[in-house]
């Protein structure tokens, strides 16, 4: 790839030149629907009655109960996996005894579907709210535990000697060198594990809970509101866009000294 610098003009003009293809391949599937008198049910998913439902959604009450909903089981989730996943990816990138006995459990697990644990999940678990947590958990760990001890992993070993020549303790290390140095490839995996979190929780909200936009979604397919569950998946792409957004920023302003004062 071109590693050039692109300039913002560049990008918006590329980018609403994109979006306006894929409008007008939607277009000519919903034109196409409406041809043939057997998919006349899905008329739902045309252009023009998606949108309307979108702007409806826009002023319901319940679709925003439903987004929050959503968004508090992410963060619940994301939250658990990077609280452990963290400091369990500086220990096994630290120590290479430790990544040489864990490297093969981890990939082994990793390889695991998350929805695999759903079934266990429920049997252990005293509620479904909670099942989903383990279930986002579960998907989020692993991208996190291994981007940070990559990113250990690659410190530059005369660095860490030298601090040690200078009397620093390993918590020292840990806190001055390890962890700033590890701080672009803790975000990246956080980044990865975002984005799976919000795959992952469509199909999670199909357990037996009321609320959330996996539950919306499954509503408006019983109900056979097709322009709403479209509306709905477009309303799922936009705020797992602003999400991962989110996160890119602060991967490309990443800087721990700021954050945690150091230096």
Request: charged share 15%; proline share 5%.
């Amino acid at each position: 790839m071109n590693q050039k610098k692109i300039s913002f003009q560049q990008k918006l003009t590329f980018g609403t030149f994109g979006c306006l293809i894929f409008l007008v391949i939607w277009v000519l599937l919903g034109h196409l629907l409406l041809k043939y008198p057997d998919y006349s049910q899905f008329y739902g998913f045309h252009p023009l009655a998606t949108i309307k439902a979108f702007y409806h959604l826009l002023y319901s009450d319940h679709f925003w109960h439903g987004v929050s909903a959503s968004l508090r089981r992410v963060l619940i989730g994301l939250s658990v996996a990077f609280i452990l996943g963290v400091p369990v990816g500086i220990l096994i990138g630290y120590y290479d005894r430790i990544w040489m006995m864990t490297n093969v459990p981890i990939q082994f697990l990793r390889m695991i579907s998350p929805l695999s644990w759903m079934p266990i999940a429920i049997l252990i678990l005293p509620s479904f709210e909670k099942a989903i947590y383990f279930l986002i958990t579960m998907a989020c760990i692993w991208p996190i535990i291994l981007s940070t001890a990559q990113g250990v992993n690659r410190i530059n070993p005369q660095i860490l000697a030298m601090a040690r020549n200078q009397g620093a303790k390993d918590t020292q290390l840990v806190f001055k060198v390890v962890l700033p140095t590890a701080v672009p490839s803790i975000i990246v995996g956080l980044r990865m594990a975002l984005g799976i979190s919000w795959i992952i929780l469509v199909p999670a909200e199909f357990l037996g809970i009321s609320s959330g936009l996996g539950y919306s979604i499954n509503d408006a397919r019983d109900t056979l509101e097709y322009d709403r569950l479209l509306a709905l998946v477009i309303a799922i792409g936009f705020i797992g866009l602003f999400l991962d957004s989110s996160v890119r920023f602060l991967e490309k302003h990443s800087d721990l000294r700021y954050i945690l004062r150091i230096g």
